[in-house]
């Protein structure tokens, strides 16, 4: 099913007619936490497709100060064993966890109709007649397909989420690019609101 997923949004990224920028909105932010120290962080990107969570890992982990790609500390086989998980982070003096999830693939079929008119032979007698030809403009359907997906930063003392984002983006040529935009503007919200 993951790997579905991973391949339908590549599939999708591939064909896209036009992108537009990715908008990341605050969605949730705990109110009781008002600046976090945390000292080591992972970055983890929710797939089951090894290489590609070793890819966005690593080009997260190189985005974020003080962080770490989840792939470098917890092996593939470990993954769902929640008790080996958490050895791993402890061991490893992690105490703050950046989670990123692709949430949803969606198409959406945008539907432009052409505009008309009418338009008289040239001379102003024949006006008077019903001589009239319409003119119509082309009308054109294309589809946008628009990706979702979270950011959520999370205390790994508390096992609680400080920070929930949002990212949104219309036709996006790439992963990576989209995933770059994802990263880049949810550190500046983290780094604006003092949380990292």
């Known amino acids: ?28 932010r705990d109110p009781s936490v008002t600046k976090t120290n945390f000292s080591k962080v992972v970055v983890a990107f929710i797939s089951k497709d090894a290489d590609l969570r070793r890819r966005v890992e690593g080009g997260l982990a190189r985005r974020i100060p ?3 790609a989840a792939n470098t500390i917890v092996p593939d086989g470990e ?28 198409r959406e079929t945008v539907v432009s109709q052409g505009e008309s ?10 006006t008077w007649d019903t001589n009239w030809m319409t003119v119509n403009t082309a009308s054109y359907v294309y589809e946008n397909k628009v990706v979702t997906a979270d950011i959520i930063l999370y205390s790994v003392a508390t096992a609680k989420p400080v920070w929930v984002g949002r990212l949104k983006a219309t036709n996006p040529k790439f992963l990576k690019g989209l995933l770059d935009d994802l990263v880049k503007a949810g550190a500046k919200e983290l780094r604006k609101q003092k949380l990292i």
Not at 5 to 16: D, H, I, P, T, Y
Request: hydrophobic residues 60%; positive net charge; proline residues 3%.
């Open 66 to 68: 003080r962080s770490v």
């Open 79 to 106: 993954l769902t064993d929640r008790e080996a998980v958490k050895a791993r982070l402890l061991a490893n003096a992690i105490d703050g966890a950046i989670v990123v999830r692709l949430v949803d693939l969606k």
């Open 117 to 126: 008119w009418y338009v008289g032979v040239p001379t102003y007698w024949d």
């Open 1 to 28: 099913m993951y790997k579905l997923a991973s391949a339908l949004l590549l599939l999708a990224l591939l064909v896209a007619p036009v992108a537009r920028a990715a908008d990341l909105s605050t969605t949730w």
